[in-house]
């Protein structure tokens, strides 16, 4: 039976609440953090997601990478591609998603409103909500996004990409999953993923950083939800209520995803429709999720 091991953390302030948590399953390979820098300047999100080797080089690093240090600057994510190259990390690498939060600040020419950075590279998910609604998805590195799909087929030295009998679930509501097409992305030897780009892998992906930026409004409740895809893996578009809430934390997050994996289902699974299908103990993914919750600012 996998091994189940859960953190929470909590922090709050007069308008802002940050909370952490992780279940790691048979891999044990999911990370998450949140946190103020230690100049008080930011508020930080973290989710990463290994794979690969057991003891993965990359998710080993960004374990131990002082955050609060670090996000205090805009090279952040250059220097931890940087250090990363230094190891060895041929079959294995992890995804990064980072949300740097700067508050509305008053000053003394009246305020300054805020802005939400979203820097990644992978899978892990960031979505952005304003008054409950969806205002913001990170367009992931995976095998929808035919762009990145094209920058490693023109820049990295791929070896090809595996379709054929390649199955990955969809969630479809709270009670029926399908089969879908997946895919495998070949980058020689070891290096074989499930998306298109990673740190690790010696570099092989390119391990390019997508960013973005949401300004806020100083009037509006904004929620920043992160998460490894066994969270969103887990959820379908009637989730959205429940991950917009003021009242969600990364917890309560994270213990409704792993309901979900643990759950019996109707499956489709292309050929026929299966009741009460339940996902195997060792398929059940980690599951960790980052959230921040941005009150209105009150003069």
Avoid at 27 to 49: C, E, H, K, P
Avoid at 119 to 145: A, C, L, P
Wanted: overall charge negative; hydrophobic content about 35%.
């Amino acid at each position: 039976m996998a091994a189940l091991t859960q953190n929470n953390c909590d922090s709050d302030s007069d308008r802002t609440i940050l909370s952490d948590s992780t279940k790691q399953s048979s891999s044990g390979q999911d990370f998450a953090t949140s946190g103020i820098t230690n100049d008080s300047r930011y508020m930080y999100l973290v989710i990463a997601d290994g794979h690969g080797k057991w003891s993965s080089e990359t998710i080993r690093y960004l374990r131990h990478v002082q955050w609060a240090t670090i996000i205090q600057t805009d090279e952040f994510m250059e220097k931890i591609k940087e250090d990363i190259k230094k190891l060895n990390t041929k079959g294995e690498g992890s995804t990064l998603s980072v949300v740097r939060i700067l508050d509305h600040r008053i000053i003394c020419e009246g305020q300054e409103n805020g802005y939400i950075e979203v820097y990644f590279i992978g899978d892990s998910t960031v979505k952005v909500y304003r008054d409950g609604e969806e205002i913001f998805k990170t367009k992931d590195h995976d095998r929808n996004n035919l762009e990145d799909i094209k920058r490693i087929m023109e820049t990295c030295n791929m070896r090809g990409i595996e379709r054929n009998n390649i199955w990955d679930i969809e969630v479809i509501d709270n009670k029926r999953i399908k089969s879908v097409p997946a895919a495998i992305f070949d980058f020689g030897g070891s290096d074989k993923i499930n998306f298109t780009n990673s740190l690790g892998h010696n570099g092989k992906t390119g391990s390019i950083v997508a960013y973005n930026k949401i300004l806020m409004d100083d009037d509006k409740t904004y929620k920043v939800v992160a998460g490894s895809d066994g969270l969103w893996g887990m959820t379908h578009a009637g989730d959205g209520d429940f991950l917009a809430r003021p009242d969600t934390n990364a917890k309560s997050i994270v213990e409704f995803a792993n309901r979900r994996w643990r759950q019996k289902w109707i499956h489709d699974n292309t050929v026929e429709i299966v009741d009460d299908a339940a996902f195997p103990e060792s398929n059940i993914d980690d599951i960790c999720a980052a959230v921040c919750l941005i009150k209105p600012l009150i003069l």
